[in-house]
T-cell receptor
C-alpha cells in the first residue's frame, strides 16, 4: 500500500529566509506526486506536481519541489518565504503500476503547518 | 470557470441524526472524489465517481455512509446515523480526466461536528 510521510507537524521560518517542507513516500510502482496548500478557511489548492522528466518541478507562488527517487522524497521549497505563505501544506501521491494502470485516489501526508514570521 | 463548491460549509448535528453534504464539481469534470480529514489527521480517500458510476468506494468507512451522483453532475454524501467519530472536514474534488497525471481540484470542504 502506498503511503506519504510529512515528518514535521510545523515549520517556523523568518520572512525572507528559505522554506523547506519535507515529504517522503512509499509506492509499489512509479509515483505521481503532488503538493497542495490550504489557506485558512479555504479549500486545498494545487501547487505543483511531478509526473516524469526533470526532477526539479516549478509551481505556483514561487514554490518548487525536488523529486529524489533514491531517497523517495519530494520536498517542497521556496527560496524566500513570505508571511502570506503561512498555511497548511499537504504532500500526496498516486500510484502508477509498471503496466501503466493508475489508481485515481490520492494518498496524503498528515500535513505540515508553515508559519512565516515577519 | 467556477471552482468546486460544497454545501454546507459547516454542520453541527447530534449523534444519531442524519446529515447530507453536497458537492458541485467543476462543469465538465466527469470525475468526482470525496475525501475527509478526521481529527487533524491525514486526508483520506472515501470514493470516486466517474460520471454517475462509483469507480472506487474502497475508502467508505461503513454502511452509514451513502454517496450518490444522480445524473453525473452534483454529488451528495449522506451520513445516517451520524456518530461522534464522523466529525471532521469532508472535501470534494473533481478532475476532467481519469489519468493519474491530472491534478484534482478541491472544494473548500464541509466541517461536520457531531455532538
Amino acid at each position: 500500500a502506498q503511503s506519504v510521510a510529512q515528518p514535521e507537524d510545523q515549520v517556523n521560518v523568518a520572512e525572507g529566509n528559505p522554506l523547506t517542507v519535507k515529504c517522503t513516500y512509499s509506492v509499489s510502482g512509479n509515483p505521481y506526486l503532488f503538493w497542495y496548500v490550504q489557506y485558512p478557511n479555504r479549500g486545498l489548492q494545487f501547487l505543483l506536481k511531478y509526473i516524469t522528466g526533470d526532477n526539479l518541478v516549478k509551481g505556483s507562488y514561487g514554490f518548487e519541489a525536488e523529486f529524489n527517487k533514491s531517497q523517495t522524497s519530494f520536498h517542497l521549497k521556496k527560496p524566500s518565504a513570505l508571511v502570506s505563505d503561512s498555511a497548511l501544506y499537504f504532500c500526496a501521491v498516486r500510484d502508477i503500476t509498471p503496466s501503466g494502470a493508475a489508481g485515481n485516489k490520492l494518498t496524503f501526508g498528515g500535513g505540515t503547518r508553515v508559519l512565516v514570521k515577519p | 470557470e467556477a471552482g468546486v463548491t460544497q454545501f454546507p460549509s459547516h454542520s453541527v448535528i447530534e449523534k444519531g441524526q442524519t446529515v447530507t453534504l453536497r458537492c458541485d464539481p467543476i462543469s465538465g469534470h466527469d470525475n468526482l472524489y470525496w475525501y475527509r480529514r478526521v481529527m487533524g489527521k491525514e486526508i483520506k480517500f472515501l470514493l470516486h465517481f466517474v460520471k454517475e458510476s462509483k469507480q472506487d468506494e474502497s475508502g467508505m468507512p461503513n454502511n452509514r455512509f451513502l454517496a450518490e451522483r444522480t445524473g453525473g453532475t452534483y454529488s451528495t454524501l449522506k451520513v445516517q446515523p451520524a456518530e461522534l467519530e464522523d466529525s471532521g472536514v469532508y472535501f470534494c474534488a473533481s478532475s476532467r480526466w481519469t489519468s493519474g497525471a491530472y491534478e484534482q481540484y478541491f472544494g473548500p470542504g464541509t466541517r461536520l461536528t457531531v455532538t
